[in-house]
Every structure is written in structure tokens, then in C-alpha cells.
């Protein structure tokens, strides 16, 4: 067989369901190879939404996404996704087409140094020029993307390779890579101060993110959480690792968090922080976070910890591993004191928005019934912008893996073809993409592939007609001067849905967003919404860039 039947072949035994690309000139024998596959290929339009698509299939479902594009621009197109990825640590396979290895290095037509060109925003990748090395090095690249901390990995695939034809070599029964050896166990005795610091808090407070998901360590922090009676907060990231109906979620913290839980976490004495990296967005002045507190952090990549904040109990591991050995430690407490402030500070300022308004749909009214209509029990991706905080705010996440959002990179055009992946992925769920009108046209092409595909995604639109985000920062610290915010000459969505053979529809009215989202959400097919929301309407709470958390502009 030619190296690519046995590419293809390989891809079948590691379980690869479902492929996300685009076909050209050298990746056509790969191509060919798949016509006789068990692998569903997906034909996307642009090869940034093959790697969202991955992205969003691969947080959806746990599994290894697999997105495959040509060389030069086929793969230059693929950097702002594998970058998302890689910023949000998502386990995703990329497959690019290159030059032969004869014309590498001669500006060849199409050839791009995509090995180059990725080494930064991938966890690792390869430049195949042996064939024989091809199957081993696709083993290692599933095992790479998917333990430790996870990640994007590229293998880049020359025509004459793809087109060679040898003996197939099978790959080592176990992949043993020098110098990668992600440990999964915490240090014992770190584990035991850790407990001897929370049995002996005041104020306790879990801090959550991504890693919790990723690690399937939701079940563990519900239990740490009810036998000590602790709050829980979690980043953008860590939406659905715990319930946000639960009595103990104080929602996400940060710039937009919650107002409760910025206080908490600014007051905290203890700080169980597990599967986070503090990033700016969460911590404010890095000099003023958590002032108070004793931090624990567990994270599977030892990079993270102590790259931000100074960490009094660092625990490196996997984090359901670590939380494992914590939690029969733990004292059953109460800290009734504690739980009462929380009270306190959720009456003083809950979230919260004008719901009188008569004249103007409020985003966070559509958030809001976007919920109450699906019953919490959608997979939401978002855009990027308000949309996203919106979304962040007020749709309550109870579950892992329902909450999918560009979180490191805040990449606008994601949501879509994250959703398109997430709906291939969990066929059996509702998924709803929450987006603006200024990120959605980034990816719009993919309606196509949604309704090719029979996807019954659906794109709830927040039509403020600006740049939301970019014009709530220049009303504040730019004068309201609207430098090319504003955008003027938005296209009648519901008209390009139907276009693209999608539902649209459109609302103008507050009586008429639920009855939308009912008829929406029972279609069984594509559908956009495109609501026309309040322009000036802001994201807050809000702390500005580089401020405490406890600076909060609250109205």
C-alpha cells in the first residue's frame, strides 16, 4: 500500500471517527485513500473552521479532533485555530499537505514552512521525510495530543511521501517518548499539607478551570466542595466542571465574573486552585490577587505553576488523581461565618439587568431565555466579544463539556464551526452557537457545511450592529470616539441563512424571543436568529484592564 493508504488505515485503528478539511493538489492521494474509509469526512469551506470544527468536536466529546489541509495557504489558514487550541489546551491532530521533499526550500508553488510556522503554538510537530517512519510518528502524535496537558500536534506530509509505496512497518505496541513523561501522581506529602491548609481555613474558596474538565474531575471537586462547604468559582474554561444551580457556584470570576465572586476570592484565606493558569482575565493586578490567601495550585503541566502568581502549595498531577488522595483528608466542616458573607455580598450585587425594558430586546434577556428554553441541557459554543460574556454571565452550565468557548486566544469566527464540530460529535444534544454580529461573518461560509451535513445547529445572534466589546472599551477610555466599531452595513442575516438553505429568522420584539427560540430549537434543522439587541447595552460587572478585582465598575 502507498503511504497515504496507510496513513488513512492508521487513523482507522487509533478510532478516528470523523476528519474536518479541505482537499488540494499534494494532499489528494491522502484524499483518494479516504473515498474507501470508514472515516466520515467533513468538507468545511475555509481551513480555519476544519480546525475550529476539531476543536470544538474534541471539547465536545473528549476524543482527539483531526482536521487535514493542503500546503501553503491549506495550511497557513489552519494557524489561528491550532493556536485556540493551543491556548486552550484542546487535543487536536492536524494533517497538512506539503511539497515534495525535492522542491522544499525552492519557494515551490503552494509551499509554506507550516513546521516553521506552528512550532510556537503547537505542542509539538513533524516534517515527515521518511516514509517509514510515518505510522510511528501518528501513534506518538495521538498519545502527545491527549495526555498530560493536551494539545495540538501537526504532521506535515510531503507529496512524494503520500505518494511512496513501501512495507508497512507497524508502530511500537506502547509509545516511550525520551523526555515526555507527564506525571499523573501529586507529591504525598504536598497532598497533606494541602488538606492540613483547608481543614485549618476559615474561608475556603475552589478556584477551577479547564484542567478540571479535561481531567474528569468534576465529580471529585462537587465532593471536596460539599464536605468542607467551600464556594466554587470557575474560569471561562472551567463553565460546567461544577453546577452553577448549585448553592455553592459563585459563577466565573475576572473581568466580567461575578461581583461575589471576585469578593470571595479577593477575601478567601484558602484558595484550592485546580486545572487554572491565573491569566490576566482572572487574576486583574497580579500584585493584588488574592491577598489574603494561602494558594494550593494542582496542574498537570509544572510550567504553569508559579508563572503568574506566587504559590505557597504547588501540586503537580493530574488533577481527578490528585483530588482522588485529598479528599478522604478532608474534615466535614461547615464555616457557617464564611458561607453567610457569600450570602451577603450575592443580595448586595447579584447579576442583573433591566428586564422592564419595553422598547429594546436586552442581550441578557435572550441569554436568559435561551436557557429557560432549553432547559439548561444545551451545548452552548459562543463568538468572541460580549456575546461570549453574556453568555459566561447567564447561561448556568451544570455539566462538563456543554460550554465551549475561546478562552486563551478570543477568537472571533470560532463559535460556529466549533458548534458544526460539537453537533457532529453529540448528535444527540441540542447545540446553540451564541454569537455577535461582528463575529459571526467571520465564519458565516459554514452554514453551508451545517446544512450539507443535515446539522440542526442553531446561531442565536445578538445584533448590536458595533464591534461590542471594542466599543464598550472606547465609550470608557476613548471619549465614546467609535473608530470603526460601528458596523454599518450588516447584511439581513435571516435573508443569508435562507440563502445558504438554513432557517432565518428574525426578531425585533421581546414577546417574540422566546416563541423564536421554541421554533427554533423544535425544527430539527439549520437555523439563525438574528435579535436585534440594545447597541449601547455594556458587559458588567467589569474591572478594567490591569485593576483588582475588587475595583469593579458595577453599573
Known amino acids: 500500500m502507498n503511504c497515504a493508504q496507510a496513513l488513512v488505515k492508521a487513523l482507522e485503528d487509533e478510532g478516528v471517527e470523523v476528519i474536518f478539511g479541505i482537499p488540494g493538489g499534494v494532499v489528494l492521494t491522502i484524499y483518494d485513500a479516504l473515498y474507501d474509509s470508514s472515516i466520515r469526512h467533513i468538507l468545511v469551506r475555509h481551513e480555519q473552521a476544519a480546525a475550529h470544527a476539531a476543536d470544538g468536536y474534541a471539547r465536545a466529546t473528549g476524543k482527539v479532533g483531526v482536521c487535514l489541509a493542503t500546503s501553503g495557504p491549506g495550511a497557513t489558514n489552519l494557524v489561528t485555530g491550532l493556536a485556540n487550541a493551543c491556548m486552550d489546551s484542546i487535543p487536536i491532530v492536524a494533517i497538512t499537505g506539503q511539497v515534495s521533499t525535492f522542491m522544499i526550500g525552492r519557494d515551490a508553488f503552494q509551499e509554506a514552512d507550516i513546521y516553521g510556522i506552528s512550532m510556537p503554538i503547537t505542542k509539538h510537530n513533524y516534517l515527515i521525510k521518511d516514509p517509514k517512519i510515518l505510522l510511528q510518528v501518528l501513534k506518538e502524535a495521538f498519545y502527545i495530543a491527549s495526555t498530560g496537558r493536551p494539545g495540538p500536534v501537526l504532521i506535515d506530509i510531503p507529496a512524494n511521501i503520500s505518494d511512496s509505496i513501501f512495507d508497512l512497518i507497524p508502530p ?45 474531575a468534576h465529580n471529585n471537586i462537587r465532593k471536596i466542595a460539599e464536605k468542607i462547604n467551600a464556594p466554587v468559582t470557575t474560569t471561562l474554561m472551567g463553565k460546567g466542571a461544577f453546577p452553577e444551580t448549585h448553592p455553592l457556584s459563585l459563577g466565573m470570576l475576572g473581568m466580567h465574573g461575578t461581583y461575589y465572586a471576585n469578593m470571595a476570592i479577593s477575601n478567601a484565606d484558602v484558595i484550592l486552585a485546580v486545572g487554572v493558569r491565573f491569566d490576566d482575565r482572572v487574576t486583574g493586578r497580579f500584585e493584588t490577587f488574592a491577598p489574603k490567601a494561602t494558594i494550593i495550585h494542582v496542574d498537570v503541566d509544572p510550567a504553569e505553576i508559579g508563572k503568574n502568581i506566587r504559590i505557597q502549595i504547588p501540586i503537580v498531577g493530574d488533577a481527578d488523581n490528585v483530588l482522588s488522595t485529598l479528599l478522604p483528608m478532608l474534615d466535614k466542616t461547615t464555616h457557617a461565618d464564611w458561607i453567610a458573607q457569600i450570602e451577603k455580598w450575592k443580595g448586595e450585587h447579584p447579576l442583573r439587568y433591566d428586564d422592564n425594558e419595553k422598547k429594546e430586546i436586552l442581550p441578557q434577556y435572550v441569554i436568559d431565555k435561551i436557557w429557560q428554553v432549553s432547559k439548561g441541557k444545551a451545548i452552548v459554543t459562543t463568538e468572541v466579544g460580549q456575546n461570549q460574556m453574556w453568555a459566561a454571565q447567564y447561561y448556568k452550565a451544570t455539566e462538563p463539556r456543554t460550554f465551549i468557548s475561546s478562552g486563551g486566544l478570543g477568537t472571533m469566527g470560532f463559535g460556529l464551526p466549533a458548534a458544526i464540530g460539537a453537533q457532529i460529535g453529540r448528535p444527540d444534544r441540542l447545540v446553540i452557537d ?52 460601528h458596523l454599518v452595513g450588516n447584511p439581513d442575516f435571516a435573508k443569508v441563512a435562507e440563502a445558504f438553505g438554513a432557517v432565518g429568522i428574525t426578531v425585533r420584539k421581546k414577546e417574540e424571543v422566546e416563541p423564536a427560540l421554541r421554533e427554533a430549537f423544535g425544527n430539527g434543522k439549520t437555523t439563525v436568529i438574528d435579535f436585534h439587541v440594545r447597541s449601547e447595552e455594556k458587559v458588567i460587572p467589569w474591572v478594567k484592564r490591569g485593576g483588582s478585582l475588587e475595583e469593579m465598575m458595577l453599573e
Open 172 to 216: 511500537q505496541e506502547k509509545v516511550d517518548l525520551r523526555g515526555y513523561k507527564p506525571k499523573t501522581t501529586g507529591h504525598k506529602n504536598q497532598i497533606k499539607f494541602a488538606a492540613k491548609a483547608l481543614n485549618d481555613a476559615a474561608h475556603p474558596l475552589l478556584y477551577i478551570g479547564g484542567g478540571v474538565i479535561i481531567s474528569e
Open 434 to 485: 451564541i454569537a455577535g454580529d461582528g463575529s459571526i461573518m467571520m465564519n458565516i461560509q459554514e452554514l453551508t457545511t451545517a446544512v450539507y451535513n443535515k446539522l440542526p445547529v442553531k446561531v442565536c445572534i445578538l445584533n448590536n450592529k458595533y464591534l461590542g466589546m471594542v466599543r464598550q472599551w472606547q465609550k470608557l477610555f476613548y471619549k465614546g470616539r467609535y473608530s470603526y466599531s
